[in-house]
T-cell receptor, first 114, second 114 residues
Framework: GNSVTQMEGPVTLSEEAFLTINCTYT??????LFWYVQYPGEGLQLLLK?????DKGSNKGFEATYRKETTSFHLEKGSVQVSDSAVYFC?????????????FGKGTLLTVNP | GAGVSQSPSNKVTEKGKDVELRCDPI?????LYWYRQRLGQGLEFLIY????????KSGLPSDRFSAERTGESVSTLTIQRTQQEDSAVYLC????????????FGPGTRLTVL
């Protein structure tokens, strides 16, 4: 079945540091890939997505590139802010018969200090 | 309302009791999804509705779990004879039309079974 593995947290950075959160996946066919973010006290929000190989999703300074050869979708940001402190989830939606469900990683807690 | 809402936000119950969790999707969204997040785990798909029908209930953990949706709107997830392992955050999401549309998540219901 489909699965998503993302780096264990927590991750603690200083403001303006570079962020990478690794995400790799296992899936048949051509899944769509997502990063969701959950800010403290709020629901999950879609941060960015990519639906085919070599696509780059971007939003709010975050980027992730769909790499089929390495089955990866790593999240990056060049300069994090305190307001980026949240839990980040990598997810995929399969391309087969059960393509209505999202499969999530366990989440990575990011804390950005001033 | 502007987003997906869920009630209650927190529920504490005793082992063996029944609980009902409610989800109000975004108005006009035809697809609705339930997920569960246990401590330290990623989100786990439970069930999905297209309109009032549930084409796939295979994610429900046991026959103690059931869900329904009426009027292509509100959905309730019922857990009978709750067990301690049912303790989790239960998340609801909705999407506009097709299963490939973005899923918008509610804030979740935190269920604690004593």
């Amino acid at each position: 079945g489909n699965s998503v593995t993302q780096m264990e947290g927590p991750v603690t950075l200083s403001e303006e540091a570079f962020l990478t959160i690794n995400c790799t996946y296992t899936a048949t066919g051509y899944p769509s890939l997502f990063w969701y973010v959950q800010y403290p006290g709020e629901g999950l929000q879609l941060l960015l997505k990519a639906t085919k190989a070599d696509d780059k999703g971007s939003n709010k300074g975050f980027e992730a590139t769909y790499r089929k050869e390495t089955t990866s979708f790593h999240l990056e940001k060049g300069s994090v802010q305190v307001s980026d402190s949240a839990v980040y989830f990598c997810a995929l939606r399969g391309s087969g018969g059960s393509n209505y469900k999202l499969t999530f990683g366990k989440g990575t807690l990011l804390t950005v200090n001033p | 309302g502007a987003g997906v809402s869920q009630s209650p936000s927190n529920k504490v119950t005793e082992k063996g009791k029944d609980v009902e969790l409610r989800c109000d999707p975004i108005s006009g969204h035809t697809a609705l999804y339930w997920y569960r997040q246990r401590l330290g785990q990623g989100l786990e798909f439970l069930i999905y509705f297209q309109g009032n029908s549930a084409p796939d209930k295979s994610g429900l953990p046991s026959d103690r779990f059931s869900a329904e949706r009426t009027g292509e709107s509100v959905s309730t997830l019922t857990i009978q004879r709750t067990q301690q392992e049912d303790s989790a955050v239960y998340l609801c999401a909705s999407s506009l039309r097709t299963i490939t549309d973005t899923q918008y998540f509610g804030p979740g219901t935190r269920l604690t079974v004593l």
